[in-house]
């Protein structure tokens, strides 16, 4: 069985490589959350002051982003990788 990194980094190339014309069409909140933990598991908590109100696509990736400190990078990994097999269980 892969370790869970590698389970991760392919997790991370099935996002990064899906049709965006494919049956799955995430919300915002639901690209936030991937867009979260991925950072978790990469970069650990989350860094800096939030950005200001004239920069709210930025301000909605840090608090998202803040809304996971303190999970662990193998816990954000994990999360991430259940996530993906959740959408591919379901839209295949």
């Known amino acids: 069985m892969p370790d869970l990194e590698s389970r991760f980094n392919d997790a991370v190339e099935k996002v ?37 109100m004239l920069n709210p696509i930025a301000r909605y990736k840090w608090q998202a982003w803040s809304d996971v400190k303190g999970m662990s990078a193998d816990a954000a990994m994990q999360a991430y990788i259940g996530e993906v097999e959740n959408v591919e269980a379901q839209y295949g």
């Not at 799955?24 to 979260?36: G, Q, R, T």
């Open 16 to 52: 990064r490589n899906a049709p965006e014309d494919g049956d799955f069409k995430p919300s915002n909140d639901y690209k936030l959350k991937m867009y979260a933990l991925y950072r978790q598991a990469v970069d650990g908590d989350v860094q800096g002051k939030k950005p200001g």
